[in-house]
């Protein structure tokens, strides 16, 4: 069964790294999305791409956070510099227009 | 605008005992919905989902929902729950145009021996 992958699992950074996350959708998924999870909360979502265009980004804090899906596959997530309140699970996922398909996310700690 | 609420943040239930949990969105036509499971530091698991039909639908693991268009609901049930059930459950509404989704805030499931 086809799967959203993603990596890294875990990442621990000091404030004022950068930080990336990657992100490869199942095959064939025009859409892909990345949420950020705080810990009790809902997946709160920061940039949907639709192939390699972004369609929606209003939540993004472009001041530190950038996206890109180049070839319209796989996508790259950035934090640059990333700030204590970073820290959270990021969601990568994909869909074929009826439904999402969740990667296993990255738990990112900064300290 | 679109919203979803699950208005119980936190569920307690004995192992064994039955479980429903609420969902209630805000959206001008039919959305598709879903049920989401997160175990800790996991990834969501799609439980199940509603697009058009049969308001009463099956998912994995046993559990259930029903869309109530009049009440703008889709509660999830399980008639017997087990200690793995323990996890986070996310209900979300997905709109067609654009391709968006929007989650609740979820609710927390405890389950006691």
């Known amino acids: 069964e086809a799967e959203v992958a993603q990596s890294p699992r875990y990442k621990i950074t000091e404030k004022s790294q950068a930080v990336a996350f990657w992100c490869d959708p199942i095959?064939?998924?025009?859409?892909l999305y990345w949420y950020r999870q705080i810990l009790g909360q809902g997946p709160e979502l920061l940039v949907q791409f639709q192939d390699e265009s972004v369609v929606d980004d209003s939540q993004l804090p472009k001041d530190r956070f950038s996206a890109e899906r180049l070839k319209g596959v796989d996508s790259t997530l950035k934090i640059q510099p990333a700030e204590l309140g970073d820290s959270a699970m990021y969601l990568c996922?994909?869909?074929?227009?009826?439904?999402?398909?969740f990667g296993p996310g990255t738990r990112l700690t900064v300290t | 605008a679109q919203s979803v609420t699950q208005p119980d943040i936190h569920i307690t239930v004995s192992e064994g005992a039955s479980l429903e949990l609420r969902c209630n969105y805000s959206y001008g036509a039919t959305p598709y919905l879903f049920w989401y499971v997160q175990s800790p530091g996991q990834g969501l698991q799609l439980l199940l989902k509603?697009?058009?039909?049969?308001?009463l639908v099956q998912g994995i693991k046993g559990f259930e929902a029903e869309f109530k268009r009049s009440q703008s609901s889709f509660n999830l049930r399980k008639p017997s729950v087990h200690w793995s059930d323990a996890a986070e459950y996310f209900c979300a509404v997905g709109v067609y145009t654009g391709n968006q989704f929007y989650f609740g805030t979820g609710t927390s499931l405890t389950v006691i021996p």
């Open positions: 095959s064939g998924h025009a859409t």
């Open positions: 996922a994909s869909s074929d227009f009826y439904e999402q398909y």
């Open positions: 509603y697009f058009s039909g049969d308001t």
